[in-house]
């Protein structure tokens, strides 16, 4: 048989498992890189001065690749006293790497407020922080929440990546089921299945958070 449903059944609690971990990677990855860029975002506006070392730093992680910059973290940081577990070293490498590009976004965000905002609070003597928390944030982000919601459901489909360095997550775990039971038609399709699921849900989260904050601009 092609297909055993028997076989998928009982597999299915194990690539739940590690489901669970690819889910947990996928979310801490984009907090750091949420976080992470809108304080790249900021400081090229705030610090003029570092604003060609942050655009530098930015283009140096964007313009390598993901698998380099985790074999980084995992195994050349610990020549220097740094050691990440590889699911730390996992999580931080697609956080720093997505910040890259959210950093791109939110400042298109900025750029799109209109110049008389930023006067206005230059005019009334706020204070860089007073500015960018009650004016400017909460102006620019409704707009590219849309574009943030791409990187959510792609960090989804990076988090295989992970397996490089020995990290259960989904992928790897089909892999190794495949590996043992000289069956991959289920384990990999399961997983498809599972990615397909993570990935809708995620789509309809983020419409959701467009939707109640482009409500709130409204009123």
């Known amino acids: 048989m092609i297909w055993d449903w028997a076989f998928a059944l009982e597999i299915l609690p194990t690539l ?3 489901a669970v971990v690819t889910i947990q990677a996928t979310l801490l990855g984009f907090v750091i890189a949420a976080l992470l860029g809108l304080a790249i975002a900021v400081a090229r506006i705030a610090v003029p001065r570092a604003g060609w070392a942050i655009s530098v730093l930015v283009e140096l992680i964007r313009s390598t690749p993901l698998l380099i910059q985790i074999f980084f973290l995992y195994f050349v940081l610990p020549n220097f006293g740094i050691v990440l577990d590889a699911f730390a070293a996992g999580v931080i490498a697609i956080g720093v790497h997505y910040a890259a590009y959210c950093s791109e976004v939110y400042r298109a965000g900025f750029d799109n407020i209109p ?3 930023w006067e206005a609070s230059i005019a009334l003597n706020l204070s860089a922080w ?17 574009a943030l919601g791409n990187y959510l459901v792609a960090l989804f489909k990076e988090t295989p990546l992970l397996s490089a360095i020995a990290v ?9 089921i495949g590996s043992e039971t000289f069956r991959y038609t289920e384990p990999i399709t399961l997983v498809g299945l599972f990615f397909l699921a993570m990935s809708l849900v995620s789509a309809m989260l983020i419409r959701g958070v467009e939707e109640l904050l482009n409500r709130r601009t409204i009123r």
């Open 168 to 176: 259960l997550e989904l992928m790897q775990t089909a892999k190794i």
């Open 16 to 18: 739940a498992r590690a």
């Open 115 to 117: 110049r008389g905002q």
């Open 130 to 146: 007073t500015t960018f928390k009650d004016i400017i944030i909460p102006q620019a982000i409704p707009p590219v929440v849309p």
